[in-house]
């Protein structure tokens, strides 16, 4: 928003993940917003942030795409930048783990830029925070100058999409973001402490691997499906009110877009944006008419105030995660994953069984429906 009249968001047409095709759009979108060099100083410590929410082949659009992640070290050690690293702390297991075998470790070494766990975790006090007034966050996140999110167009069972504003939330480390989920238990306040967190981290970029992005049961169960887009901005909400827009959502729905906009983090509002592509700018009807997808499968279900809300809180309509019997291999990721004091889903019935729920405990994190490596568990 500073260094424009309004918030740009860049759209990067890319048909497939051919990694000049991606180097080469990603070049000119970083012209487009004006430089690196405006951004970020060469003597900075970069902080690369991919979407590694836990491992999972790359065909399967539940990670970022190792050739973005190649793309933008290219361009980075081109422009001279010398001191990056790449982190993340997953759902299960660890950042280097995650990557092996995705090929992201392989454009990590080949570009010199060393996978740091998250392994150190520093307690961050932050009165200013809207909803979160603590974090527990990696020292690696916190040491980094200029953080570059390169987050992954995906749906999401609580907050309806995931994109630049959530991908932040792999900085708080471990376990600690599990007990993030009992502590902000819904989707409004979720968000507003997701919002805190970008505030408090404030990543200098937002790069969205849209390419291939997922539908339906996301953010690790749902289905590929191409969009062809990348899109890159410094205002974070203005870019996921773009992907919203692309997928028919209407950016009002998702809350980390109001309250982003509402505690100044940037805006999600169509006039308020410009659209650049690498052949000029376009207007938003003709982006979503050009690289929109109204077919896209996301929760586009408007939940009204009043009545409902009151429904809502008697727990009688709200969305909960249901396993699918045929598909449950019981590993007990689902339990271990579950933040409740006490565990919401058990093997009650003993480990022969698929889990039970007890809904009544559940706080509709869908933790669990994130963390199935079998995509077993559904959001209804
Ligand atoms: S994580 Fe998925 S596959 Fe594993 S026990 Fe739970 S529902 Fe079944
Ligand atoms: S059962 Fe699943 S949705 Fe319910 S609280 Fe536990 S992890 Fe969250």
Not at 66 to 80: F, T
Not at 210 to 220: L, Q, R, S, Y
Not at 356 to 371: A, D, L, P, T
């Amino acid at each position: 928003m500073e260094r424009f009249n309004k918030s740009r968001v860049i759209l990067m047409p890319c048909r497939d993940y051919d990694e000049e095709e991606i180097y080469r759009q990603l070049q000119v979108g970083i012209r487009l917003l004006g430089g690196l060099e405006g951004l970020i100083e060469k003597r900075e410590k970069i902080l690369l942030k991919p979407n590694l929410v836990r491992k999972a082949e790359v065909d399967r659009a539940v990670i970022t795409h190792p050739a973005v992640m190649g793309a933008l070290a290219r361009i980075l050690r081109e422009e001279g930048y010398e001191n990056i690293i790449c982190g993340d702390s997953c759902g299960i297991g660890t950042a280097s783990r995650t990557m092996a075998g995705t090929g992201m470790e392989r454009q990590m070494e080949k570009y010199g830029i060393p996978v740091t766990d998250f392994s150190h975790p520093v307690k961050v006090d932050y009165p200013q925070g809207h909803q979160a007034k603590q974090f527990v966050i990696a020292q690696d996140a916190l040491d980094a100058d200029a953080i570059i999110n390169v987050c992954k167009m995906k749906t999401h069972a609580l907050e309806r999409v995931t994109g630049a504003v959530k991908n932040m939330y792999g900085c708080v480390c471990g376990l600690q973001k599990a007990k993030g989920h009992t502590l902000y238990p819904n989707a409004e306040s979720f968000a507003r402490m997701l919002i805190d967190l970008n505030q408090l981290l404030k990543p200098r970029l937002y790069l969205m691997d849209g390419i291939v992005a997922m539908e339906g049961n996301g953010p690790t169960s749902g289905d590929p499906v191409k969009m062809g887009v990348m899109l890159l901005s410094a205002d974070p909400i203005a870019l996921d009110a773009v992907f919203c827009r692309l997928v028919d959502l209407d950016p009002q729905m998702v809350p980390t877009n109001v309250h982003g906009m509402q505690y100044g983090l940037g805006t999600w509002k169509t006039e308020e944006i410009e659209v650049f592509t690498p052949d000029g700018e376009v207007s938003m009807e003709e982006a979503v008419s050009r690289w929109g997808n109204p077919g896209y499968r996301v929760d586009r279900e408007k939940y009204g105030k009043n009545i409902w809300n009151a429904l809502k809180a008697l727990k009688i309509f709200q969305k909960k995660p249901y396993i699918v019997e045929e598909k449950c291999r019981r590993c007990g990721i689902c339990v271990e994953s579950c933040p409740v004091e006490g565990k919401a889903v058990t093997f009650k019935n003993g480990r022969e069984n698929i889990p039970v729920y007890n809904y009544r405990k559940c706080i509709r994190c869908f933790c669990c429906q994130e963390m199935c490596p079998h995509k077993a568990i559904e959001v209804k």
